[in-house]
Structures are given as C-alpha cells and as structure tokens.
C-alpha cells in the first residue's frame, strides 16, 4: 500500500505536531488561536491580535541554550505567548516550561537599549498536555500558576503565568459541556473520533477548525506530511507494544526459573 492510500480518520490529531500548527499556526487562521486563548484566560487578558513569531529563541548569549517552541506569538498589546503540545510524560517538563518563558523575560532587553526601565511585557506559557502530573488529583485538568503572595494569597505580579491542561483528567461527557472552554477542551481530546460535526460544536470557529482539520481538505504535500507522521505513529505503538509483550514473556520466564531454583533448594534442604 503506498503512504498516500493508508487508511486514517476524517480529521487529523490537533495534538500533533502537524495537525496542531496547521489549525492554530498559521496567519490564515490565527482567529481560532486567538479564539481558544482568550476563551482560555477568560478575562484575565483579552487578545485583540496576534503575530507569530519564529520558533527558536537563541537568546542574546551563546551561552544561553537555544530554546524551540512549538508556537511563540506576540498579542497586540506586547504580551507573548508560549504553546506548547507534549504527547508523552518528560521528566523535567515543568522545568523546561519555566525556562522557555523566562527566556523571553529574558530577551525583552538587548545591549541597544538605554536606560531601560524594567517595564516588562507579559509572558504566558500553555502547556497542553496528553499525559497527568504525578501529584494532580483526578478532575483537576487545568491549573493556572501565577506568582501570588502567599501570606494573603493575592497575585504579586500579574504579568507572568504558567497555564497546564491535562486532557486526559477531562472528562466531561456531552451534557457536561456548559462553558466555551469545556467545549474547546472537548474537541481537542475528540477530534479524530468525529466522523462528522456534531451539532453542540455548531459555533463559527469550531467549523472552521473542523474544515481546516478534514483530511480530504488537505493538499497531496500536507497528506504526505500527515500520513508520515500517522506510519511513525503507528509504527512507534507496534514497537512499544512489542517490547512489552517481550518483557512480559521474558518476566513470565525468569519468574518460572526462580520457582524451580527454589524448589530444587527446598528439596536438596528436605534431604540433608
């Protein structure tokens, strides 16, 4: 079977690497990611407009690790937003999260500028997440880190904050969905399970996520892109699932050698 013929979905993963810049990466559509973020802050900030930036930060050192988001954009007031997709558990996600927007903190000055008075730009990082933190308890799939004071629990500084939604913790079902961020979050987590759209996602920019998400919209270079990426999917699932099998059967092993072993220690003990 050639790339281009293997069997997939109607709509692509919105937490792929392709499928999540091609719905909120791109200037034709940067109204759905403006959309899903002022959704997401509700209130907090409200985001007029959006500039994407490029992806790889260097900093103004060499010293200082290069740092490569997934998407990095610039709201029309100065703030900056980082968003970040992570498919599986990385140990030091949480680190490298603070890192990536501190170097931005970081960046907002360079030798050309005098006097500079410290008047920073706000920075916010999205980290959407297939996988849980270890110490999230069961339905809390969203946290919003911001620097509080921790005598009065009033914010210090509102112009920094950390957002992380772990989908897998949400899970609300259909009549379960009453605010905007509900449905987004549903979407995203359901995505490739529609094979149409359903009526309770009816809103203007959930249909034109659904357009930009159809597989048979995409060109013949974007169905390759998808396509490879749906083979090392598949193919990287057949090799964890392989590996398990091997290790279970290997355990399965050992554990029959260890009985034996004893049992020929019991018996060597029951003749002396």
Same mark, same amino acid.
Do not use: M, Q
């Given at each position: 079977m050639e790339m281009h013929e293997m069997p997939c979905g109607?709509?692509?993963?919105? !937490?792929?690497?392709? &499928?999540?810049?091609?719905?909120? &990466?791109?200037?034709?559509?940067?109204?759905?990611?403006?959309?899903?973020?002022? =959704?997401?802050?509700? &209130?907090?900030?409200?985001?007029?407009? !959006?500039t994407f930036n490029q992806n790889e930060n260097n900093g103004q050192l060499s010293i200082f690790r290069k740092a490569v988001f997934d998407l990095c954009c610039t709201g029309a007031d100065g703030e900056q937003f980082i968003i970040e997709v992570q498919r599986v558990k990385q140990e030091?996600?949480?680190?490298?999260?603070?890192?990536?927007?501190?170097? !931005?903190? @970081?960046?907002q000055v360079t030798a050309e500028i005098a006097n500079w008075k410290y008047d920073l730009k706000p920075v916010y990082l999205i980290g959407l997440m297939?996988? %849980?933190?270890?110490?999230s308890l069961d339905g809390q799939y969203l946290h919003e880190i911001r620097l509080v004071n921790r005598s009065s629990g009033q914010v210090f500084y509102d112009k920094f904050g950390l957002t992380f939604i772990e989908l897998p913790r949400f899970k609300k079902h259909v009549p379960e969905l009453s605010t905007e961020l509900d449905r987004? !979050?549903?979407l995203l987590k359901n995505l490739t399970k529609f094979d149409q759209v359903p009526t309770f996602l009816s809103q203007p920019v959930f249909g034109? =996520?659904? @357009?930009?998400?159809? =597989? %048979?919209n995409l060109n013949e270079q974007e169905k390759m892109a998808w396509d490879a990426y749906l083979k090392a999917k598949w193919d990287n699932e057949n090799s964890m699932e392989y590996a398990k099998k091997?290790?279970?059967?290997? &355990?399965?092993?050992?554990?029959?050698?260890?009985?034996?072993?004893?049992?020929?220690?019991?018996?060597?003990?029951? @003749?002396?």
């Open positions: 109607r709509f692509i993963d919105p !937490l792929s690497d392709f &499928g999540f810049k091609r719905i909120f &990466g791109t200037e034709a559509n940067k109204d759905i990611l403006i959309d899903f973020l002022n =959704v997401l802050f509700a &209130g907090e900030r409200h985001v007029a407009d !959006l030091y996600f949480k680190d490298r999260c603070l890192y990536y927007s501190a170097s !931005l903190v @970081r960046d297939d996988f %849980c933190f270890e110490d987004w !979050l549903y034109k =996520v659904f @357009r930009i998400a159809e =597989v %048979c091997v290790a279970t059967k290997e &355990g399965r092993e050992e554990g029959i050698k260890r009985n034996k072993r004893r049992k020929r220690g019991r018996e060597i003990e029951d @003749r002396s």
